[in-house]
Structure formats: C-alpha cells, structure tokens
C-alpha cells in the first residue's frame, strides 16, 4: 500500500475561513498532484508540482493555492472557503519517469 | 463535449459474471491509458496501464486499447463481491502525469 496521507479525512467548516489541507507521501516521489472529485463526477486537475519550489495550475480552474518546499509535503490553501468549494479532495505522487499515480484516501470538505 | 466519456452505471452483475467496462475519448493524441479502482470512501488506485494500442492481461483483468476507434475497455472474468468498486478510465498525452479521467462506472457484484 502506497504511503501518502491527507490530513484532515473530513472538515466541516464555516464561510469565510481559512483552511489548509495537509497532503504528505514517503516514497520520495518528485511529482504530486491535487485532484477535486464531486459526488459522482470525473476527478478534475486542480494543482501539481514537478519538484520542490515546482508548482504549476492544473486544468481545472480553482481558487486554492498549493505550495512545495519540501519533497515530501505539499499543501492547499483555500484563503476563504466559500460553499462552491465543498467537493473531495484527493491528493496524488508518482516518481519522475513512472506513469503510477499513488492516491492518498482523500479529504472531504463541506463548506457551510 | 468531454474529452472522456465513460457510463456512470450503476452496473449490477451476478458472481462470476464477465463485466466489460468501457470509454471512449475525443483527443487522438493520448497514449497512454489506465484504469483505476475507487473502493468508497477511499482514494483511487491503479489497476492496469496500457500504452498505445493492444490488450494487455493481468489476472482476471484485461485492458484493450483501439485507438482507431478511440475506445479502450476493461474485462473482468468471474467477478467477485469484493470487485465491488467504483472503475475510472485515466488517460495521459506524453506521460506528463496531468491525468485526464472518465466519470467512473460503478459496479456490484452481488453474491
């Protein structure tokens, strides 16, 4: 079993506030990924990252903003969370080279 | 239109049964496909890849790509209960790792 994490599984949060999804792996993997999921619905590119300092917008357009200091952690913010952004997140690795994604299980937010 | 199309489903097949799980795609310039299996309230993992055209098998899993046709298919053989899952169709250009992904199909295997 791939060793990637995502902290917290499930937040229930309030308009207006600040929020950071926490994302790590083990594996040493250079790429990560952040994926949105509605209910029922395709997963959509939201942010990715090549390296540290690396980090890139993804295909689908989205409010949050990921940062990538160090290797193994790469977190989303969402300055001011809004109920348009209740959806799952899923946070994704893979090594350089490899076309494997390893998914972490995923943080459920509902914005209220 | 999406560049993946893929029937949600729901599927429902008895035990044993063979389960054929397909998409199709508009962009003639992806070459790399894969399937991944999302169990609930879990994240996606990868089940089979395959690149460019051909079948590729894996147990009781076959993936086929027909890029003529631009439509790739899983079999399953002798579904089990526990193959239960949601099953996504990714699809990749040049390895970039910026996965396009189907809706997802989901399936029951019922006892």
């Known amino acids: 079993e791939a060793d990637i994490y995502q902290t917290p599984r499930y937040l229930v949060i309030g308009t207006g506030k600040k929020i950071t999804l926490e994302c790590s792996q083990t594996?040493?993997?250079?790429?990560m990924y952040w994926y949105q999921q509605d209910p029922g619905m395709e997963l959509h590119l939201i942010h990715y990252?090549?390296?540290?300092?690396?980090?890139e917008k993804g295909d689908l357009s989205s409010e949050s903003t990921v940062s990538r200091i160090r290797t193994e952690h790469f977190p989303l913010t969402l300055e001011s969370a809004r109920p348009s952004h209740t959806s799952q997140y899923l946070c994704?690795?893979?090594?350089?080279?490899?076309?494997?994604?390893?998914f972490g299980p995923g943080t459920r937010l509902t914005v209220t | 239109q999406k560049e993946v199309e893929q029937d949600p489903g729901p599927l429902s097949v008895p035990e044993g049964a063979i389960v054929s799980l397909n998409c199709t795609y508009s962009?003639?310039?992806?070459?790399?496909f894969m399937w991944y299996r999302q169990y609930s309230r879990k994240g996606p993992e990868l089940l089979m890849y395959?690149?460019?055209?051909g079948n590729k098998e894996d147990g009781r899993f076959t993936a086929q790509v027909d890029k003529s046709s631009k439509y790739i298919s899983l079999f399953i053989r002798d579904s089990q209960p526990s193959d239960s899952a949601t099953y996504l169709c990714?699809?990749?250009?040049?390895?970039?790792?910026?996965?396009?992904f189907g809706q997802g199909t989901t399936l029951q295997v019922k006892p």
């Open positions: 994704a690795s893979g090594a350089s080279g490899r076309y494997e994604q390893y």
């Open positions: 594996m040493g993997h250079d790429k």
């Open positions: 990252s090549y390296g540290v300092n690396s980090t």
């Open positions: 962009n003639s310039a992806f070459q790399y």
């Open positions: 395959t690149y460019s055209s």
């Open positions: 990714a699809m990749d250009s040049s390895n970039t790792g910026k996965l396009i």
